[in-house]
């Protein structure tokens, strides 16, 4: 089946660590975004890629670092510098770049400070 | 400022009490306004677009219709398994980008 695999579903990290979240497609999209969902807010967006080799920054992207080699994939990496990172992951995508297109979303990672 | 509101925040029904759920938007212009639905601990499954003024879709027990300030997600007589989180989403223009500005969410428990 076409979809957007996230993992790992539950992640543990510790203090000064890194961790990377893998975001994995099927779809054929040519877009990918990864947001942060946190109780009582809205999605916020952490980065977005448009097409391979290119990714621009959203609105809370300072602590975290990606990547798009491939059309399929957009890992997250969340590094020591993001100072509040326990929360709910969420990797989407959308085909073509126009307007209007919807976005669909991966079952979403679990990220927790221990 | 472009900003989508949902409400209301909560909402307890039962089952077979219809209700609606409401999100209202600022923006100037719209590309598309979407639903989801969200299970806690899953990632939003799509629901509905909406592209236009008077544009209405259906789906099972759900109905979702657009005006030019909002939009509205009404559910007949729903069941137990409709409780979840109902999530509105906006793209702003100008055509072509990136952006997508959600609602916090209306959470819905519908009681047997």
């Not at chain 1, 391979?52 to 890992?75: H, L, W």
């Not at chain 1, 510098?81 to 209007?100: D, R, V, W």
């Not at chain 1, 976005?103 to 990220?111: A, N, P, Q, T, V």
């Not at chain 2, 600022?26 to 909406?50: A, H, N």
């Amino acid at each position: 089946d076409g979809g957007i695999t996230q993992s790992p579903k539950y992640l543990f990290r510790k203090e000064g660590q890194n961790v990377t979240l893998s975001c994995e497609q099927n779809l054929n999209h040519d877009a990918m975004y990864w947001y942060r969902q946190d109780p009582g807010q809205g999605l916020r967006l952490i980065y977005y890629s448009q097409i391979v080799n290119d990714f621009q920054k959203g609105d809370i992207a300072e602590g975290y670092s990606v990547s798009r080699e491939k059309k399929e994939s957009f890992p997250l990496t969340v590094t020591s510098a993001q100072k509040n990172p326990t929360a709910f992951y969420l990797c989407a995508s959308i085909t073509g770049q126009g307007s209007g297109n919807t976005i669909y979303f991966g079952e979403g990672s679990w990220l927790t400070v221990v | 400022e472009d900003q989508v509101t949902q409400s209301p925040e909560a909402l307890r029904l039962q089952e077979g009490e219809s209700s609606s759920l409401n999100c209202s938007y600022t923006v100037s212009g719209l590309r598309g306004l979407f639903w989801y639905r969200q299970d806690p601990g899953k990632g939003p499954e799509f629901l509905f677009t909406l592209y236009s003024a008077g544009e209405e879709k259906e789906k099972e027990r759900l109905k979702a219709t657009l005006t030019k300030k909002e939009s509205f997600l009404h559910i007949t007589a729903p069941k137990p398994e409709d409780s979840a989180t109902y999530l509105c989403a906006v793209q702003p223009p100008p055509s072509g980008t990136y952006k997508y500005i959600f609602g916090t969410g209306t959470r819905l428990k519908v009681l047997a």
